[in-house]
C-alpha cells in the first residue's frame, strides 16, 4: 500500500514543481508584444502597458539621492583637479616642495549647515566624508595657488567656496592680537596683565630739542605709576627691576615717558603686570624688537596663579604638625 501511495506523490509533485508555461522576465514584454499579429496590437489602445522614463540620477534607488549626487560631483572634482595638475607638472610634489606650501586654512559649514546644503540629515560619518574630500581639494588649491597657476586655482575655488562657513572670518580671526597702534602724539596704550593684577601703560616718546654743536646731557625720562614716581610706589629694587627689564633689553633706556594705572593684587602682580604691558608698548613703537622679546618671553603673560588652599592643610600644601598625645 505505501508502494502505491508513494508513487502517486511523486507524480503530485512533479505537477506542482513543473511549470505549465514558459518564464517571460520583464524586460523582453515588448520582444514578445512585437511578435503577436498586428490586429491584436492594434486593439490594445493607448491604455496598455508603457515603459517607465529613467531615473533623473543614477543614485535615485538609494534614500539620499542629493547627498550622493553630490559626493560624487565631489569626487570628479578632486578627479578632474588631480588630472589637471599632473598635466602642468604639479603632481606629485616631494616632501620639502608640499612642507613649504602656504596652505589656505579651511573653515567650512558645521554639521547643521551642511543640512541644509544637502537638503537631508547630516550624521557624523557622512559629515567627516565630506570634510576629507574638502580637504584633499583644498590641498589642490593650496598647490595651484602657490605655482600661481590661476584658472585651475579659481576653478577648484569656485567648487569648495560654497562649502565654506559664512563665519569664516569672524573664525580666522580669534586668538590674533590686534595690532597695536598710535596716536597723533605718537603716544601707545597697552594693557599687561599678571595673577590677579592688571596694568594700563600709555608710552610716549620723549621729546628732543634740536641738535646742538655740543653734546647735551642725557635725557632724563620719567615713569609714574597711579601719579606715583616708580621708587616711591615699588620700595622694593626687585620690583623696578623688572619693570625696566624690557627698557634695558631693548636699549631705550631713557627714551620714552611711561604713565601707568596698576590695579589689584600686590607689589608682586603689579611689576608683572607692568613689565608686560611696557614690553608690549616697546614692540610698538619699536618693531624690530618683537623677535627677541618674545624670545625672552617678555610680551608673554605668566600663567601661573596661586594655588589654592586644600581642606585638612594650614595652607595650600602646608600640612598641620602631628601631635601623637
Known amino acids: 500500500m505505501n508502494v502505491v501511495r508513494n508513487q502517486f506523490r511523486s507524480c503530485f509533485r512533479r505537477t506542482f514543481a513543473t511549470a505549465t508555461g514558459s ?10 508584444r512585437s511578435s503577436f499579429p498586428r490586429e491584436h496590437r492594434d486593439n490594445e489602445g493607448s491604455d496598455g502597458p508603457q515603459s517607465r522614463p529613467a531615473p533623473p540620477s543614477p543614485s535615485f534607488y538609494t534614500t539620499r539621492a542629493k547627498y550622493y549626487d ?15 595638475l599632473r598635466r602642468v607638472q604639479l603632481l606629485p610634489l616631494p616632501r620639502f616642495a608640499r612642507d613649504s606650501l602656504n596652505e589656505v586654512q579651511p573653515v567650512w559649514k558645521n554639521k547643521d549647515e551642511m543640512t541644509t546644503t ?46 565654506e562657513s559664512s563665519k569664516k572670518d569672524a573664525v580666522l580671526a580669534r586668538g590674533k592680537r590686534k ?10 596704550y597697552t594693557v599687561g596683565k599678571r595673577k590677579t593684577s592688571s596694568a ?15 653734546p647735551g646731557p642725557i635725557p632724563v625720562t620719567t615713569i609714574l605709576v597711579n601719579n606715583i614716581p616708580l621708587n616711591e610706589y615699588f620700595p622694593q629694587p626687585s620690583d623696578r627691576e623688572k619693570i625696566t627689564r624690557p627698557l634695558k633689553v631693548g636699549g631705550i633706556l631713557g627714551k620714552y615717558n611711561i604713565f601707568a594705572l596698576a590695579r589689584g593684587g600686590g607689589t608682586t602682580g603689579q611689576s608683572g603686570a607692568l613689565c608686560q604691558a611696557i614690553s608690549k608698548a616697546v614692540v610698538a613703537h619699536e ?3 618683537e623677535a627677541p622679546f618674545k624670545k625672552a ?21 602646608k600640612r598641620y604638625t602631628w601631635v601623637k598625645r
Open 118 to 163: 544637502f537638503h537631508t540629515k547630516m550624521t557624523l560619518t557622512r559629515y567627516r566624508k565630506i570634510t576629507n574630500l574638502l580637504n584633499e581639494l583644498n590641498e589642490y588649491y593650496s598647490i595651484a595657488k602657490t605655482a600661481g597657476v590661476l584658472d585651475i586655482s579659481q576653478k577648484i575655488y569656485s567648487v569648495i567656496s560654497v562649502f
Open 179 to 188: 595690532k597695536i597702534t598710535l596716536d597723533q602724539y605718537g603716544r601707545s
Open 200 to 214: 594700563r601703560v600709555w608710552m610716549i616718546p620723549v621729546q628732543l630739542k634740536a641738535e646742538e654743536s655740543q
Open 70 to 84: 553630490q559626493v560624487a560631483q565631489l569626487e570628479r572634482a578632486i578627479s578632474m583637479s588631480g588630472h589637471a
Open 23 to 32: 518564464y517571460v522576465p520583464p524586460s523582453q514584454l515588448d520582444d514578445v
Open 297 to 317: 618671553k617678555l610680551t608673554r603673560r605668566d600663567p601661573r596663579m596661586v594655588e589654592r588652599k586644600k581642606t585638612g592643610f594650614a595652607k595650600a600644601r
Open 287 to 289: 618693531p624690530d624688537l
